[in-house]
């Protein structure tokens, strides 16, 4: 069955340019996260919705890092003003809740020059 | 085909068992390998790396066999505190790394 998608799979874009990064969670679940991970790095949080709770921020890096849930479903993180340490793999997982195990999409790449 | 795939489990075991995943991979040109642990509510933390010879941390053992393209790890003496979900993670090359779904353990008491 259909898994989480992530689109892009891959960005290339200039220092300063705003970038917008789209999750499909698998159809049902109620929980979505987002994380990165640099080179080299290990997994870091960035944010997580549950249901229709408030989401839980406390890993976004920077105010330049923003996302949202729409409808419960499709989220989206949104990176203003690149700078070139926001390259990473962004990575969007889904569960079924918040205590079942996540299912990862393949990530979006992103490399700013 | 995916490029890496788990038995979601759940493998429910005994206090004091051994319990041993696997997780199989599809690109032979494959690069480095890695378990996670994730806990409930808990971002995903790294557990240990797996390499070519084998490697051991206390009562967890990782390895990998690059002939048939998976990696294992196995955990001896379980304990309540093992109860998690553990994600194996393959790296291809440069920003292109593959997760697995995860496979839950329940340690029971």
């Known amino acids: 069955g259909a898994g989480v998608s992530q689109s892009p799979s891959n960005k290339v874009t200039e220092k300063g340019k705003d970038v917008e990064l789209r999750c499909d969670p698998i159809?049902?679940?109620?929980?979505l996260y987002w994380y990165r991970q640099s080179l080299g790095q290990g997994l870091e949080f960035l944010i997580y919705?549950?249901?229709?709770?408030?989401?839980?921020k406390s890993g976004l890096p920077s105010d330049r890092f923003s996302a949202e849930r729409t409808g419960g479903s499709v989220s989206t993180l949104t990176i203003q003003r690149t700078q070139q340490e926001d390259s990473a793999v962004y990575l969007c997982?889904?569960?079924?809740?918040?205590?079942?195990?996540?299912?990862f999409g393949d990530g979006t790449r992103l490399s700013i020059l | 085909r995916k490029e890496v795939e788990q038995d979601p489990g759940p493998f429910n075991v005994p206090e004091g068992a051994t319990v041993a995943f696997n997780c199989t991979y599809s690109?032979?040109?494959?690069?480095?390998f890695f378990w996670y642990r994730q806990d409930c509510r808990k971002e995903p933390k790294l557990l240990m790396s797996?390499?070519?010879s084998g490697n051991e941390d206390g009562r967890f053992t990782a390895q990998l066999n690059r002939a048939s393209q998976y990696i294992s790890l196995l955990i001896r003496d379980s304990k309540l505190s093992d109860s998690a979900t553990y994600l194996c993670?393959?790296?291809?090359?440069?920003?292109?790394?593959?997760f697995g779904t995860g496979t839950r353990l329940t340690v029971i008491p």
């Open positions: 159809s049902g679940h109620t929980a």
């Open positions: 993670v393959v790296i291809l090359g440069a920003n292109n790394l593959f």
């Open positions: 997982a889904s569960s079924l809740t918040d205590s079942q195990p996540q299912h």
């Open positions: 919705f549950q249901g229709n709770s408030a989401p839980d």
């Open positions: 690109n032979s040109a494959s690069q480095s």
């Open positions: 797996v390499y070519s």
